[in-house]
């Protein structure tokens, strides 16, 4: 049984989403929130596998909560998801840098929500290579500062390379048939870069790639 927690202000699409997640065998809402702070609280009460959360809120806005959710080590398990209306806003960067392992837009088609839902339990990113592609465009379209590189050190070669594949937006697919590997293989380097650089997931490495500079923030770079 998946347990969801939603965390959102506005009561019709909070009881819309929890109409379509009861409905299934597999999933159960073990809690609603209206706002962030009300959110965190009922994380750490329920513990649930994911957290569906809208990014403006009263009191406590998502990202915030994000934040906090993913800074807690007794919270480790739980995998933030972000509800926005415009599937890539200018809220997106700070919710993945916060600790989101991703994004679904409010008026996603019932299959879809129930898909994401799977996918976000098990841990994946909600992120396609379609959509981590728009993610680097709108991200290198940004004034950003690139810093050195802690914790980069801890890296092989392959896997600084990997790294830099994944902030380019190539599936683990890809980035085989770049390398010349097994899309195993390429699995294996993409899971201990994330553990090496305790990145939550894979929305967390393209973020990790540019910002240590792993991937140069120009356009074809």
């Keep these: 049984?998946?347990?969801?927690l939603l965390v959102e202000d506005q009561p019709?699409?909070?009881?819309g989403f929890r109409a379509l997640l009861d409905a299934e065998d597999d999933i159960e809402v073990v809690g609603e929130a209206p706002d962030g702070r009300t959110g965190v609280e009922l994380a750490t009460q329920y513990r649930p596998d994911v957290v569906l959360i809208d990014v403006q809120m009263p009191v406590m806005d998502g990202i915030e909560a994000t934040r906090r959710?993913?800074?807690d080590p007794d919270l480790a398990d739980v995998h933030v998801v972000v509800l926005t209306n415009y599937g890539i806003d200018e809220y997106v960067f700070e919710a993945l840098k916060a600790g989101a392992g991703g994004f679904l837009v409010k008026d996603i088609e019932p299959a879809d929500l129930i898909a994401a839902v799977h996918t976000a339990a098990r841990?994946?990113?909600?992120?396609s290579p379609?959509?981590?592609r728009k993610l680097i465009d709108e991200y290198i379209a940004r004034p950003i500062e690139v810093g050195p590189t802690p914790g980069t050190e801890v890296l092989t070669a392959r896997e600084r390379e990997v790294v830099a594949l994944v902030g380019r937006g190539l599936s683990n697919r890809q980035i085989a048939d770049h390398l010349v590997v097994s899309p195993a293989t390429a699995k294996t380097h993409?899971?201990?870069?994330?553990?090496?650089?305790?990145?939550?997931?894979?929305?967390?490495l393209v973020v990790?790639?540019?910002?240590?500079?792993?991937v140069s923030p120009q356009r074809g770079a």
């Design 208 to 214: 990790i790639a540019y910002e240590t500079g792993l």
């Design 123 to 127: 841990g994946d990113a909600l992120l």
């Design 130 to 132: 379609a959509i981590t």
């Design 1 to 4: 049984m998946i347990r969801v």
């Design 12 to 15: 019709l699409i909070r009881g």
């Design 190 to 204: 993409v899971s201990r870069a994330m553990t090496k650089l305790r990145a939550r997931d894979r929305a967390q």
């Design 69 to 71: 959710i993913a800074a």
